[in-house]
């Protein structure tokens, strides 16, 4: 890694990449900052605003209600998704067909569009019709995702779990298959425990694929759209309504040009935020910690 | 192998010299725990597919079945929904758009991340790690962020409801993806490759197409199959940039609801044609897969 070449020529090859992503990201980004910072009314009459609009989407009652329920849907799907990723990816067989028709089996969430998952649990959990809410109700258990926000909440956790805890197993299975087996004969000539194993061989193996899974797994939940859009609308009244939704109700549905745009640069630095932060703390601990056998 | 035999038999020595299970027990214990765990992914899985066999069982059945009775398997079996499908232009044409933007996808995005992640993993230059934070900053962008510029943009230079607006909008996130994953995987082919070619008298186009690409194929292939995954998936900016012509499938599909009620037959047989792409993917890339999800990291 540290042997690399000092080469400016090298730019010529970053050269066609940075033309494209400039034109889908710098553009439009420049456009978003030109409209939070002014009032627009007509094609010739704009004014500039400051950081008015700034301090209103702050201040902003439904916004800050969608950013908690933003943080808190993130915060239990990652509490969720990551013990169970890692449970799942221990106890996937690891070689022979099994394993690669588990592999495919569980990978499978992952490649269905987004609305379409959202399809399949709307079909999946409606009273009617869906197998969950059908079974729910013959055993006496009153559920109703447009009714009851709890329910609707439980659903959409459920979802998510269901979604993306594949891209964590496969994750730390990836992570696992690096260990080479030498290590495990080891640990079985000292006779560690299962917990042991666990702690000292496999775990320090998967911080790497553990610090992916929760940065890619923050960036999705957060942004996330399509799903709890199909399902329930946002609703019952805005107890599943995320960021993502509102800003395209505000951007799309009542062409707020100034306020979408100023809320969409707070929306895009609060990740960027806590992606950085999350990130040098991670690296900074792994820095400080004495380096101990073995792992 | 037979390594491996002895050292067992030899921990299983250790093992009866100092603790108190005899090694029948021990075996018996292992092999409790190792169907333990078999349950246990059994069930995972079994709750997993549960929602997705609910789809196919409602895509088999007609409206009437549906909604008259609960079936856990469809009583009259038919086809009518998915014929509906494939013999309506509107509707298979939805297929066609997204499979076309995903594909030009994946050329644009493959034939540029190459030589950018090549320059990531071989060379050091002025900005080369402020750069690479900021493409990683794309990842991060939320798509509702970019809703109203893209449609402006795309508009205003006469893409837009056009396939290559919708694949250059997806470059967004699979450009930075891509370099991401590569870099990993070329950054562990060893450098000397290079300067032996070099010295042999190969020319960089040369030996990257000749030697580099064919090194790193598992690593492009399973850089290809994140690329179909996201941009297949992704639904908001392909809607807001298409209106008839280029229109994605999951925006065709929202047409099953109308004032009459939900055409729930349609729907999920439509849900089912959009799942069996994934399948054949993920099919393709099955034995290099496990390493992929790392991005060549592990």
């Keep these: 890694m540290n042997n690399k070449i000092p080469n400016n020529r090298a730019w010529l090859l970053v050269l066609p990449m940075l033309v494209l992503v400039a034109f889908s990201a710098i553009i439009p980004l420049m456009t978003v900052v030109n409209y939070s910072v002014q009032d627009v009314l007509g094609p010739n009459a704009r004014f500039f605003t400051g950081t008015e609009w700034f301090q209103s989407m702050l201040n902003d009652d439904a916004l800050q209600a ?15 998704q990551i013990p169970l990723g890692i449970g799942i ?13 588990v592999l495919i089996l569980i990978t499978l969430p992952l490649l269905i569009p987004w609305n379409v998952v959202g399809s399949i649990w709307q079909i999946f959990t409606r009273g009617d019709i869906g197998l969950m809410g059908w079974g729910l109700r013959e055993l006496g258990i009153e559920y109703n995702i447009t009714r009851n926000a709890g329910d609707a909440w439980v659903t959409i956790i459920l979802m998510d779990v269901w979604h993306w805890t594949p891209l964590v197993a496969m994750l730390c299975y990836s992570g696992l298959r690096s260990i080479p087996e030498a290590y495990y004969q080891a640990a079985r000539i000292d006779r560690a425990s299962k917990w042991a194993v ?46 993502s939704q509102s800003l395209t109700t505000m951007a799309v549905g009542q062409q707020d040009l100034g306020p979408s745009a100023a809320f969409s640069l707070i929306y895009f630095l609060v990740i960027l935020l806590v992606s950085w932060v999350f990130y040098t703390t991670i690296m900074n601990m792994q820095k400080d910690k004495p380096p101990h056998g073995g792992a | 192998m037979s390594y491996q035999l002895e050292n067992t038999q030899r921990g299983e020595k250790y093992n009866t010299i100092f603790s108190k299970v005899s090694p029948a027990k021990r075996r018996n214990r292992t092999a409790r725990a190792h169907w333990r765990s078999r349950f246990l992914l059994g069930l995972y899985l079994a709750l997993m597919i549960l929602p997705i066999y609910w789809l196919i069982n409602m895509s088999l059945q007609t409206n009437s079945e549906i909604l008259g ?38 050329l644009i995005t493959i034939c540029v991340a190459l030589p950018a992640a090549y320059a990531f993993s ?57 370099i991401w994953i590569l870099e ?22 040369r030996f990257f197409v000749k030697i580099f690409i064919p090194m790193i194929r598992s690593g492009i292939g399973v ?15 392909a809607r807001t940039l298409t209106a008839t012509d280029a229109q994605p499938i999951g925006m065709i599909m929202t047409r099953t609801s109308t004032a009459s009620g939900i055409d729930w037959g349609t729907l999920a047989a439509a849900g089912v044609l959009t799942i069996i792409p994934g399948i054949l993917v993920v099919y393709f890339v099955r034995n290099h897969i496990a390493k992929g999800f790392a991005l060549g990291r592990t």
């Design chain 1, 198 to 243: 666990f702690r000292y061989i496999q775990l320090p193996k998967l911080t790497n694929v553990l610090v992916i899974a929760v940065l890619l797994r923050f960036m999705h939940s957060f942004m996330i759209y399509a799903e709890p859009f199909v399902l329930t609308g946002g609703g019952p009244g805005s107890a599943t309504t995320f960021l």
């Design chain 2, 184 to 205: 990993g995987f070329m950054s562990s082919v060893p450098k000397e490759i290079d300067e032996t070619a070099y010295i042999d008298g190969y020319s960089f186009p």
């Design chain 1, 66 to 80: 969608a950013f908690l329920r933003q943080i808190s849907f993130s915060l239990i799907i990652l509490a969720i």
């Design chain 1, 89 to 101: 990816a221990l106890i996937m067989p690891k070689r022979g067909w099994q394993a690669s028709a």
């Design chain 2, 69 to 106: 009775s609960m079936t856990l398997w469809p009583q009259n079996l038919t086809f009518d929904n998915y014929i509906g499908i494939f013999t309506n232009s509107s509707w298979y044409m939805g297929y066609v758009n997204s499979m076309l933007y995903v594909a030009m996808n994946m």
């Design chain 2, 122 to 178: 071989r060379y050091t230059f002025i900005g080369d790690k402020h750069l690479f934070f900021w493409l990683l900053t794309n990842l991060m962008a939320p798509p509702a962020v970019f809703l109203l510029p893209y449609f402006q943009l795309y508009y205003s230079v006469g893409l837009f409801d056009t396939h290559i607006a919708v694949a250059l909008a997806h470059c967004l996130f699979n450009i930075p993806l891509a």
């Design chain 2, 223 to 237: 850089t290809l199959f994140f690329l179909f995954m996201f941009s297949w998936v992704e639904l908001l900016l």
